[in-house]
């Protein structure tokens, strides 16, 4: 009891605040105000999860086969404020939050037996050191929570990603197609895998991803971003 009342009292003076608008939160709001949330640009790819711009991205380079995001980037946009808050400002709850959002979303629309394990895309183990946290798993946490299934870390990041900027989609597919490892095959075989990350851009980390996933034997891939634009 003691404990609730010393929150009490940290709440009364230093308030949390909603990650985007900064207002004081209600004890039932969590990272996020109701006013930002429904606000957030959320996307209908749940509708046409197989044949969608997407979708396109990585057709015919890897085996994928729904592509859904939750959220649609836009430059300055909410989703860009969200994102910089999970990366740069410490805030890994908020990328669970949103994954438990989405997953529960998806739960009421008929994906409730959609996949055996959410698969996270995996950061280069010294910028996982860096940030402390791999944002991609938080949002995978939060999806494999409402889902019901587990997140597995069945993929390794070989070497960082060189710098993808001024490059073709087909040059930047190219460079990551050797940077991922399998560090689980015999878990992969026959399961139903949901990959997950934080940004879809180009694809080329999906379907890099996908390919290293498929030579082991999944039933299926599916692929879901937090946030996709252009
Ligand atoms: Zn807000």
Redesign the pocket.
Known sequence: MRFNYWQDFLSLVFPET?C??K?SLFPFENQ??K??ISQLPITNYHLIPLDNDLKNKVLGLAPVGMVMSYLRFSKKGLSQKLLHQIKYKNKPSLAKILGQMYGSFLMDNGFDQSWDEVVPVPLYHKKLKIRGYNQSEQFALGLAKALKISSCNHLIRKIPTPTQTNKSRMERWENVEDVFEACSPAEIKGKMLLLVDDVLTTGATMAACANTLQEHHPKSIDFIALAAGN
């Open positions: 909603c985007i608008c207002r996020l105000c006013v930002c």
